[in-house]
């Protein structure tokens, strides 16, 4: 695959073209996206010209507020840390082609988990007690998305339908144990479950005001990128996404693929919901739905399902968001700014999806079309 | 005064709940309904419904009539599914992606323009009484309906008369059962397909206005709690009948009038549980009513969802 | 002039006695000040948002003050950047986060990171455990919904009260207690029925919560929502008389308004404005009541009688005069249980109240 070059240089009167096929698609991929950012921030900024304000001094206080010093810089990561997450959980199912939009689901109860589960290792080290509230987030988040997953393959449920119905489901019953049976009684006004104790927290990474989990959903993205790109298990989900009846007349098991991902995609949303328990909130409560899940959609789009790529556009986003109370207090901007914003920059990408291909037309169209 | 009716209070609750609280799935679902049978699907309708809210509420206020706020609603959401299918119609952009970008944009839009219109008053849409045959007060207020619920009811069995019945129907069913042989009968794919994306535009705008200008009557960010977006699970709960479509949307509307009312008897604990009924419930039919052996009965096969 | 609960306040001023006098707030910085509020909501919401943010638009044009709002801010790690972004790039010395669950752990931590801004959060338990350089505040409404519970019980007829409320937490309970035993001051058939909608803005529940009630012959309504627009609109709709939370509702149902419990935070953002601006200590736990003009009684309504007045404003002059106790022995909880003892009384400035996780006799509902 890596090795088609451009095959027809002898016919033609020109000299060799910079680029290969690969370069070329690999160029695109690359300036599509960029383009698309582009188009959009000007887009906003004439929509922030018509409404009287000075685009210039809007993306100046985005840079400021969100990547222009060390401490947006910081508040960036911290925001984007659980969304590296919940993005992956829409970027998984989507190699198989399925579109999983209930990751706030998998999210509460993943938080939930770890919260039960912590304080009944109160008698053994914290690494090991905050070890299998990971554990439990990640089997939480993994049984639930897995379900959907499940309902997918043997009923043929929708998964974006189920999994949106199983989210709001989710909540309520984080909603009913953390304010019922597992409420803590001190937690008065907030009711939450019984606080962590400090040993079973997640701290920050040394010489930084960030949590772990930051770190933790970059090894996450690079590691499904790893197994999507390098390994058969990652091929045979492109073959399946691509075409599943095809991948099943190949003796594909496209069931089994369907479940694993999920579940995996659900796991990676419950690991979030444990790090915000476990890094952020200290016990577990109605906070949990704060929109993480949600988030994580718009950002796998962006970064057109692939995990890789999903680390700067959680960044993007996590720094527009940390830019946004910033632009709030200083412009007498409402808060929906920045989801409009978000929403223009995530039309304008997939508008661009219908460039690819066409933005450097193929020099040799059979070429491009075998490949 | 209000008599006490014990237990009955409970079925009369679900009953007012139903038509109240119904109007907005109908709208949303029998407008997508349309739209995918034409083989797309436009998830980005719940920010359709809160801009048309916004829009509605704001039309009201500044003409004092909330039938021009209805329509400006209904405008807005035209723009909003031209959009959808405009995007949608460029080789290579999937309509789920885009739906849920409208979504975003829509929110944000009616927020961002939705501000100045929080404090204000707006004229409400009128109810219409159709319990003055009952002495029983609880009986009179759950009977007062708006007209918009009506208009829904009409709109509904339309359209089964459309899908049916009528060339618009077959045309449009062709279109999003297989856009080859649509191709080949010579009939427009794409603009049928805009047609009725722009339809479901329609009405979930109408279906926003009917949240602001009638029930609960208000603007502020929190009006919709995903009406826009469960109101497009009703359609494949329903299996593209637009009679269906207002069956669900009537469940779907009971049910969430069950958890207060249970409340307001004395059924005090797990309350959240009660809220979650309607979810459970629509997840519960999904599940009963699917197979997957065969393809959903009346599903159009271009839809990518079903697919 | 700021009452406070009597053990709380040596602690207070002991432990201030021990500090050195705060960073920003000292005399040498003091000429001017920016002041930060964080809000959890839109702050035109008509209720609990708008409520803060009128106190915030009062002190606005105070001489070298500059005021700085972020409003819709999660109750997550979301309000820590929020307040340090405010700190960092705006160079906030005082900042308010106004919601409940902003305080542990969020205000706590950011506190100890930021020794030297002031922060003062609404609704918080401040203990001298907590950093030095926080504090909480809070008014007793209760004492409040305890008059309009008085009005509400002259003007039912059917001798039932509808309470509409997000979650049954001590500050809602005590809320609708109050509002109950006031109307049973008043007679004691009355009973008042509540409804939980779960959360704190749930526009199509609280509407559906108002018919349930209503149909159930509830005649005049409450509630404790964020945003009561809803909730006034719909029940004065169905014929029923409201009495209002958080701010006047009154120009929304100005025939079936009764009379509200509000806030009035421009007292007590003024008080810490003028300290600071004056380089003053700021005090770290604040209450306080009517008598303080923290909370106000909403103008009564056309509706209400002369009989409903004269009884809801003597009990208001016996609040005025200090030492007023709403709740007290002997009182049973709607399980049968005795939750206070005859003899005792708790005056709303008890520590107790603040934990409170009963409901009073009468009252139709459970607390989980």
């Keep these: ?371 | ?307 | 002039m700021l009452p406070m609960n009597r053990r709380r306040f040596l602690a207070t001023t002991a432990a201030l006695s021990a500090a050195p006098l705060l960073g920003r707030v000292s005399p040498a910085f003091a000429a001017s000040l920016t002041a930060g509020f964080v809000y959890v909501g839109p702050r035109d919401d008509y209720g609990y948002n708008q409520s803060h943010a009128e106190g915030a638009a009062a002190i606005r044009d105070m001489a070298g003050l500059t005021i700085i709002e972020e409003e819709n801010v999660a109750e997550s790690d979301a309000v820590v950047k929020t307040m340090e972004s405010m700190i960092q790039l705006d160079g906030a010395g005082l900042i308010f986060p106004t919601s409940f669950g902003y305080y542990n752990p969020f205000v706590v931590d950011t506190a100890k990171a930021y020794e030297d801004v002031q922060f003062r959060h609404c609704g918080g338990l401040w203990t001298d455990k907590d950093p030095k350089n926080a504090g909480s505040y809070f008014g007793y409404i209760g004492t409040a919904q305890y008059i309009c519970g008085i009005i509400a019980g002259h003007m039912t007829k059917s001798k039932r009260l509808g309470f509409v409320a997000a979650k049954p937490i001590p500050q809602v309970l005590l809320n609708i207690n109050a509002y109950t035993l006031g109307a049973r001051s008043v007679d004691p058939e009355i009973t008042t029925q509540v409804i939980f909608t779960g959360d704190w803005a749930m526009p199509v529940k609280e509407a559906e919560a108002v018919n349930a009630l209503v149909d159930q012959g509830a005649d005049v309504l409450t509630c404790h929502v964020d945003s009561p627009k809803v909730f006034v609109q719909t029940a004065a709709g169905r014929g029923a008389y409201v009495t209002g939370y958080h701010t006047s509702q009154a120009p929304l149902a100005p025939e079936k308004y009764l009379t509200g419990a509000e806030w009035h935070w421009a007292t007590v953002y003024k008080m810490f404005a003028e300290k600071a601006l004056a380089g003053e200590e700021l005090p770290n736990f604040v209450r306080g009541g009517l008598a303080e003009d923290f909370v106000k009684i909403s103008d009564y309504g056309p509706a209400v009688t002369e009989e409903a007045k004269k009884q809801a404003d003597a009990v208001k002059a016996e609040v005025m005069k200090g030492g007023f106790a709403v709740i007290k022995g002997p009182l049973k909880d709607n399980k049968g249980n005795d939750v206070v003892a005859a003899g005792n009384e708790y005056p709303e400035t008890a520590i107790e109240l603040e934990s409170m996780d009963y409901l009073v006799e009468g009252v139709i509902g459970s607390t989980s």
């Design chain 1, 1 to 371: 695959m890596s090795e088609i070059t451009d095959p027809a240089p002898l016919f033609r009167p020109r000299a060799r073209p910079l680029l290969g096929e690969v370069g070329r698609r690999r160029l695109e991929g690359f300036l599509i996206p960029l383009i698309a950012l582009l188009a959009g921030l000007a887009l906003f900024g004439v929509f922030i010209a018509a409404n009287g304000k000075s685009p210039a001094e809007f993306y100046q206080l985005v840079y400021r507020g969100g990547f222009g010093t060390w401490f947006s810089l910081q508040n960036t990561m911290t925001r984007a840390a659980p969304l590296l997450l919940t993005a992956l959980c829409v970027a998984l199912p989507a190699q198989l082609g399925l579109v999983v939009i209930g990751g706030e689901g998998a999210f509460v109860l993943g938080g939930l988990a770890a919260a039960v589960v912590g304080p009944l290792f109160g008698f053994a080290p914290g690494s090991l007690a905050i070890l299998m509230m990971a554990l439990a987030g990640l089997c939480a988040g993994g049984l639930w998305i897995g379900l959907v997953g499940a309902m997918r393959h043997y009923r043929g449920i929708n998964e974006t339908i189920s999994s949106l119905l199983m989210a709001y489901i989710a909540i309520a019953l984080m909603n009913h144990f953390v304010e019922g049976p597992l409420k803590d009684p001190a937690s008065l006004n907030k009711p939450s479950t019984v606080p962590l104790p400090d040993d079973m927290r997640v701290g920050e990474i040394p010489g930084m005001d960030v949590h772990w989990g930051f770190f933790v959903g970059i090894v996450a993205c690079l590691a499904a990128g790893f197994v999507l790109s390098r390994t058969t298990f990652g091929f045979a989900a492109r073959i399946a996404g691509g075409n599943a009846r095809a991948a099943a007349v190949q003796g594909l098991p496209v069931g089994r693929l369907i479940l694993a991902f999920t579940a995996a995609a659900g796991a990676a949303a419950g690991l979030a919901g444990m790090i915000q328990v476990a890094a952020v909130q200290g016990s577990a409560n109605a906070s949990l739905a704060a929109g993480y899940g949600y988030t994580g959609i718009l950002i796998a789009f962006l970064a057109r399902q692939n995990p890789i790529a999903i680390i700067p556009m959680a960044l993007l986003i996590g720094g527009i968001d940390a830019a946004g109370g910033f632009i709030q207090r200083r412009m007498d901007l409402p808060d929906a700014t920045v989801l409009v914003l978000q929403g223009i920059l995530f039309v304008s990408i997939l508008v661009s999806e219908t460039l690819s291909g066409r933005l450097l037309p193929s020099r040799n169209a059979k070429a491009g079309g075998a490949s």
């Design chain 2, 1 to 307: 005064m209000n008599e006490d009716l014990g237990l009955w209070a409970v079925p009369i609750a679900v009953l007012g709940g139903m038509l109240r609280v119904s109007t907005p799935f109908l709208f949303v679902s029998l407008g997508e309904c349309v739209t995918e049978k034409s083989g797309r699907i436009n998830l980005g309708l719940e920010g359709t419904l809160v801009f048309g809210a916004m829009a509605g509420y704001g039309g009201s206020y500044l003409t004092g009539n909330p039938w021009a706020g209805v329509l400006l609603a209904g405008i807005a959401g035209t723009l909003f599914g031209l959009l959808h299918a405009a995007l949608c119609s460029l080789p290579r952009v999937n309509d789920i992606a885009v739906g849920i970008a409208l979504m975003i944009l829509g929110s944000g839009l009616a927020f961002f323009f939705g501000k100045p219109l929080i404090q204000p008053a707006a004229p409400m849409l009128p109810g219409l009484s159709l319990g003055g045959w009952s002495d029983v007060p609880q009986l009179r207020s759950a009977l007062e309906v708006s007209p918009l619920l009506l208009i829904g009811v009409v709109i509904a069995v339309f359209l089964l008369f459309v899908f049916k019945r009528t060339r618009i129907g077959l045309i449009l069913r062709m279109v999003g059962d297989s856009a080859d042989a649509a191709r080949a009968m010579g009939y427009p794919i794409i603009p049928v397909r805009i047609t009725a994306t722009a339809f479901g535009g329609f009405m979930a705008g109408i279906a926003g206005a009917y949240l602001s200008l009638y029930y609960p009557g208000s603007w502020n960010e929190n009006i919709s709690s995903g009406q826009g977006l469960i109101a497009v699970a009703l359609v494949i709960f329903a299996r593209w009948n637009p009679l269906a479509c207002l069956g669900a949307a009537l469940i779907f509307g009971g049910a969430g009038a069950l958890g207060p009312a249970l409340q307001s008897v004395g059924v005090t604990s797990g309350y959240y549980l009660f809220y979650a009924a309607p979810y459970i419930l629509t997840l519960a039919i999904l599940f009963a009513t699917s197979s997957p052996r065969r393809a959903l009965e009346g599903a159009p096969r271009e839809l990518s969802i079903t697919k």
